[in-house]
């Protein structure tokens, strides 16, 4: 496993997690979604954390703070933080799937790319973004 991959998507799984409590203040009908993207957002920093002491590294602390990419001071700008953060969760966890030959690591990291994409896809859709979903997530052309 490369630590520093694995580092980097548990960054992106922190600020998922902080944002995440940021916009449960914005997005009323939503709840749900937002309880949901939180808790598996949770799950995933504290597995990937796991795996960094097992592997003998200490795993990086959450920052005290994120920037969202712009001011959140509703459900559209919300929604769209959403989208920044599963984004990046995205893009951390195909870092991890290319610089690892682990087994266990390689499909847990798949799984976190997958659902960071349908939940990226799930929070576009509701913003009304478009396109809705990419065709490569975790990439440059996606």
């Known amino acids: 496993m490369s630590v520093e991959a694995v580092q980097r998507a548990l960054a992106a799984e922190h600020a998922a997690v ?3 409590g940021l916009v449960s203040a914005f ?5 749900a979604a937002v309880a949901e993207g939180a808790d598996a957002h949770r799950a995933r920093r504290d597995a990937t ?10 795993p990086q602390p959450p920052a005290v703070a994120y920037l969202p ?3 959140v001071d509703g459900a559209p700008t919300a929604m769209a933080a959403l989208v ?10 195909r870092g991890v799937l290319d610089r690892t030959e682990d ?3 390689r ?3 798949l799984d976190a790319l997958t659902t960071s994409a349908v939940r990226a896809t799930r929070w576009r859709r509701l913003a009304g ?3 809705a979903s990419i065709a490569l997530p975790g990439t440059a052309a996606g």
């Open 129 to 131: 973004i478009t396109p």
């Open 49 to 58: 954390e796991r795996w960094l002491r097992d592997a003998g590294a200490t």
């Open 103 to 105: 087994t266990t690591v």
């Open 107 to 109: 499909t847990a990291a």
């Open 84 to 93: 920044s953060v599963e984004t990046d969760a995205c893009v951390a966890w």
């Open 18 to 20: 902080w944002t995440y």
């Open 69 to 71: 990419p712009r001011p």
């Open 27 to 31: 997005i009323d009908e939503q709840a």
